[in-house]
T-cell receptor
């Protein structure tokens, strides 16, 4: 099946620094990718929809200037958490559909810890 | 009210048991329905899609009741490896956006 690769798997950073997370579709082209965040014991919450070649669409309550999304190619979307704070510590997951089926494929997720 | 509601559990069942999970959704525009499985600290993985007529995949059976906006998942002959969190997921037609429930945690014990 289609594969979505996400890196890094985990990162620990200091408060105030920025962290970039990459999401790649390995064997298909994804014009749209999705970024989710999951806090412990909570559901995945959609943060934004990443559109290749255009601006991302952010969900209500998600700061676009804090969570920068770039989708420069059909196989790569990046999420940058700028000026990270401890409350940004969470599990970030990207996903994409390959356009052939209904299944959404997920990256392995990135566990971010801000200290 | 959450758009997709599930009982968080945990449900602790003995190996070999039959267990069922339910899910309700509030968006009547939802057209696609799924059950995903998520292991601890891992990404969700598709378990099965849910069709109006009901569908079965091995030990797993999914049902959809559009009138009641209710989805179910039945697991027969539970295995230890079935221990995970089961996520009820909906999607509106034509779009790719998925809406997740909080998940139901299942623990299968010896």
């Amino acid at each position: 099946g289609a594969v979505v690769s996400q890196h890094p798997s985990w990162v620990i950073c200091k408060s105030g620094t920025s962290v970039k997370i990459e999401c790649r579709s390995l064997d298909f082209q994804a014009t749209t990718m999705f970024w989710y965040r999951q806090f412990p014991k909570q559901s995945l919450m959609l943060m934004a929809t990443s559109n290749e070649g255009s601006k991302a669409t952010y969900e209500q309550g998600v700061e676009k200037d804090k969570f920068l999304i770039n989708h420069a190619s059909l196989t790569l979307s990046t999420l940058t958490v700028t000026s990270a704070h401890p409350e940004d510590s969470s599990f970030y997951i990207c996903s994409a559909r390959d356009g052939r089926g209904r299944e959404a494929f997920f990256g392995q997720g990135t566990r971010l810890t801000v200290v | 009210r959450k758009e997709v509601e599930q009982d968080p559990g945990p449900f602790n069942v003995p190996e070999g048991a039959t267990v069922a999970f339910n899910c309700t959704y509030s968006n009547s525009a939802s057209q696609s329905f799924f059950w995903y499985r998520q292991d601890c600290r891992k990404e969700p993985k598709l378990l099965m899609s849910v069709y109006s007529s009901g569908n079965e995949d091995g030990r797993f059976t999914a049902q959809l009741n559009r009138a009641s906006q209710y989805i179910s998942l039945l697991i027969r002959d539970s295995k230890l490896s079935d221990s995970a969190t089961y996520l009820c997921v909906t999607s509106t037609g034509g779009g790719n956006k998925l809406t997740f429930g909080t998940g139901t945690q299942l623990k299968v014990e010896l």
